[in-house]
Every structure is written in C-alpha cells, then in structure tokens.
C-alpha cells in the first residue's frame, strides 16, 4: 500500500477507534461497490473534508486520552517511588511471622510465582503490590536461584525485583530495597546496563541466571515477594 493509502487507513481506524459520530457531507455514497480498500479510503477522505468536527473532535480525543496517559505515567512513578521505601523497609524489619496464602516458604523467603497471564514489568509490580507484596528481590540469591531452577514455565524468564532507572546519567541495577544488584562471579561487580533492557529477569532453564531485559516489550510471567521475619 502506499503512503497515502497507509494515511488514509490509519484515519479510518481513528474514526473507528473513537466511534465518533460523523455527518458526511455526501452520506448517500456507497463504498461497498468500489473495488479497492485504498479507493474507498480515498472516497472517505474527500466525503469528509468538509466537515471539520470529525477531525477536530478527533484531535480533541488524542489530546485528552495523551494528557491522561501522562498523569497516570506520573502516578504510577510515584507510587512506585512509595512502594521503594516500603521495600527497604520491609527488607530491614518485616512485620509478618508467616507467609499469607498464596506466597509459599521457600529459598528464604515468602514468594509466588505467577500462573496467570503475562504481564510487562510495570504492571507485574502493580501486581504484586495488590497481593501486599512486591517483585521479589531476595537476599539468597543462590537459594532463590535454585528454587526458580524447580519451577516449570514455557516462556523463558520471570521477572523479579530489579531495574536500572533510565532518569539517572549513568544507570545502574539495583533490588528494589536499593542494594546494588551485582554480577555471581569472582569479582562481584555491577551489573552493566546495555541498549534498552533495563529491567531483570531470572531464567527459568539451565543455570536459572539473572539477567537484564527489557522493561516492556515482552510480557512474561513474574515472582513475587513478601518479606517476613526470620526465625
């Protein structure tokens, strides 16, 4: 299809994106008899060219739905903001003696792991925080490892509690409780942010490593966490 007839396909499925009622200027004209989707479009586009509330209304509908995706952006950065300090809070003195239902005691901790539809990491966290937890961001990696190496899961990784913020000059990973998050060799050092993967995620196969992902291209199953005090 050309670029024009691209243009015209995406108004034609803004139109009926926004189920805007439009009065044509020549409503009488029947597009079923025409041979192409591109003449059709094109019939369309000079049908309405006239008639500036459908694109006006159009613009109105974007700008509104655009200025509201910006507020809820900003809401979910603070609240995420406010779930960060309750992790370091819960990492440092846990409330909870036992793991509630369905969080299980395993690995050192108190975590679920998803058996429902995926999720990107975002609403994973959202997730987990409706469930009085958030994405796991355990103290024995080796032991968390382990269990997640016993999980069955077809989709290759879960995503767990970990995240470089891409706001910062010089990203680095941390836990969501603010520990750096380290690489498991001999050296210990930082885990190095590379392109756009600025997310973590643990493989469910071979050696169960963690590692970054991206954020939000993929939905993948996810793990929970509630942090509880030791014995």
């Given at each position: 299809?050309?670029?024009?007839?691209?243009?015209?396909?995406?108004?034609?499925?803004?139109?009926?994106?926004?189920?805007?009622?439009?009065?044509?200027?020549?409503?009488?004209?029947?597009?079923?008899?025409?041979?192409?989707?591109?003449?059709?479009?094109?019939?369309?586009?000079?049908?309405?060219?006239?008639?500036?509330?459908?694109?006006?209304?159009?613009?109105?509908?974007?700008?509104?739905?655009?200025?509201?995706?910006?507020?809820?952006e900003a809401m979910r950065d603070d609240l995420f903001i406010s779930m960060n300090?309750?992790?370091?809070?819960?990492?440092?003195?846990?409330?909870?003696?036992?793991?509630?239902?369905?969080?299980?005691?395993?690995?050192?901790?108190?975590?679920?792991?998803?058996?429902?539809?995926?999720?990107?990491?975002?609403?994973?966290?959202?997730?987990?925080?409706?469930?009085?937890?958030?994405?796991?961001?355990?103290?024995?990696?080796?032991?968390?490892?382990?269990?997640?190496?016993?999980?069955?899961?077809?989709?290759?990784?879960?995503?767990?509690?970990?995240?470089?913020?891409?706001?910062?000059?010089?990203?680095?990973?941390?836990?969501?409780?603010?520990?750096?998050?380290?690489?498991?060799?001999?050296?210990?050092?930082?885990?190095?942010?590379?392109?756009?993967?600025?997310?973590?995620?643990?493989?469910?196969?071979?050696?169960?490593?963690?590692?970054?992902?991206?954020?939000?291209?993929?939905?993948?199953d996810y793990i929970c966490e509630i942090k509880v005090m030791q014995e």
């Amino acid at each position: 299809m050309s670029g024009r007839g691209l243009m015209l396909l995406l108004v034609a499925s803004a139109l009926g994106l926004f189920a805007v009622p439009c009065a044509a200027e020549d409503p009488g004209q029947d597009f079923r008899s025409l041979e192409t989707l591109e003449q059709a479009l094109m019939n369309l586009e000079a049908s309405l060219n006239g008639t500036s509330f459908c694109f006006s209304r159009i613009r109105e509908l974007w700008a509104a739905a655009t200025e509201r995706k910006v507020k809820l952006e900003a809401m979910r950065d603070d609240l995420f903001i406010s779930m960060n300090r309750l992790a370091q809070l819960e990492a440092s003195s846990p409330i909870l003696k036992e793991c509630p239902a369905p969080f299980e005691k395993v690995a050192g901790g108190c975590f679920y792991a998803s058996d429902e539809k995926l999720r990107f990491w975002n609403d994973a966290r959202l997730k987990c925080g409706r469930m009085g937890g958030d994405l796991a961001y355990p103290r024995d990696i080796l032991s968390f490892r382990s269990w997640v190496g016993g999980l069955q899961n077809e989709y290759g990784y879960y995503y767990i509690g970990a995240r470089a913020d891409p706001k910062d000059e010089f990203p680095i990973f941390r836990w969501l409780d603010g520990r750096r998050l380290l690489n498991e060799e001999k050296y210990r050092t930082d885990y190095l942010v590379i392109g756009d993967d600025l997310c973590v995620g643990v493989q469910s196969y071979n050696d169960n490593k963690i590692k970054n992902k991206d954020c939000g291209s993929f939905r993948r199953d996810y793990i929970c966490e509630i942090k509880v005090m030791q014995e």
